[in-house]
Structure formats: structure tokens, C-alpha cells
């Protein structure tokens, strides 16, 4: 499959999805400051491979460390894990339940800096128009697209866009 999972004693702290090349993926865990390890989380793994064929799975009882991740980004990775298979939500909907709209744009950055998609499903959060903004896999919105498709997700407004 081609992914790889950080982890520390407290939890899951990096996963990356399917994209780059092994060598690739150990440097991008490398910089994250994980280290390359063969023997752990064959539950979770195989968890993520069960959902690629389409199981069901919320990953809400995976444990995370997000240690050195700002608060605001924690609150936000927080209230998506809430979403529901297939659920989505808009950058902009999520402002709002921080108290101010105008933090949209911050939402995004909290998106795109998530360190572990998939168990914190940024997928699920889109434009309000049905545009899905970015995605921060090797694969980009294609992945976030598959992701949804596989989920049946519907849009805010009942269509998607490849558009920023």
C-alpha cells in the first residue's frame, strides 16, 4: 500500500499516505522527526487497508500525540474527528464554531498542516461552494476526491470541484 506511520509512546503522530516513493516517505518521516521502524502498528495499518477497500472506520479510538502542534490546530483536529463517515463539513462552518467567521483562512492552514490525514480526516472539510481547497498528500485534491468517493461524502452544495 505505501504509507507510513509515526509514532511515539503517547500515539500516532504522523501518518502519510500513498504517493511518494519508500525513500521519499522515509525522508518525509525523517523530517517530521519520526524514525523508520518495521515492527509496529500492524492493527492500524491494516485498519487503513480494510478502508481503502471501503470498511467503514471513523479512527476516533486511535490515540494521537500531537505534541508541538499549536492549540488551535488541536481544537480544530478535535472537532472534525467528529465527522461522520461520508460526513463533510466547510472551512468555513468550522470558523463559525470557533466563534469567528474571518478564521477561515486559518481553519485552511490547520488543514494543511494536519500531520496525520486520514485519522484526522481533513478530506472532509471543503469550500463552501464544493470546491476542496487543497490536500496535503503526495497525491493532492486527487486523493482528497478518491477519498471522498470512497466515503459517497456529498458537497455542500450537491457537487465537487477540483477548483482552489
Not at 503522530?13 to 511518494?20: E, K, Q, T, V
Not at 472534525?80 to 474571518?102: F, H, K, P
Not at 476542496?132 to 457537487?159: D, H, I, Y
Amino acid at each position: 500500500m505505501g504509507l507510513a506511520i509515526g509514532w511515539t509512546d503517547a500515539g500516532i503522530a504522523r501518518l502519510l499516505l500513498p504517493g511518494d516513493t519508500p525513500a521519499d516517505m522515509r525522508q518525509r518521516l525523517g523530517q517530521a522527526g519520526g524514525s523508520e521502524k518495521h515492527d509496529g502498528q500492524p492493527e492500524l495499518a491494516a485498519r487503513i487497508a480494510a478502508y481503502s477497500e471501503g470498511a467503514r472506520d471513523s479512527f476516533r479510538d486511535i490515540t494521537l500525540d500531537l505534541d508541538g502542534v499549536p492549540e488551535m490546530n488541536r481544537r480544530i483536529y478535535r472537532h472534525i474527528r467528529e465527522l461522520e463517515w461520508g460526513e463533510t463539513t466547510t472551512y468555513g462552518a468550522i470558523a463559525r464554531w470557533l466563534g469567528d467567521v474571518a478564521m477561515s483562512r486559518a481553519v485552511g492552514a490547520a488543514m494543511g498542516a494536519n500531520p496525520i490525514p486520514l485519522i484526522v480526516p481533513c478530506h472532509r472539510v471543503l469550500a463552501a461552494d464544493g470546491r476542496t481547497g487543497g490536500f496535503s498528500s503526495p497525491r493532492g485534491v486527487r486523493a482528497k476526491m478518491e477519498m471522498l468517493a470512497l466515503e459517497k461524502a456529498a458537497s455542500p452544495n450537491g457537487q465537487f470541484s477540483f477548483g482552489f
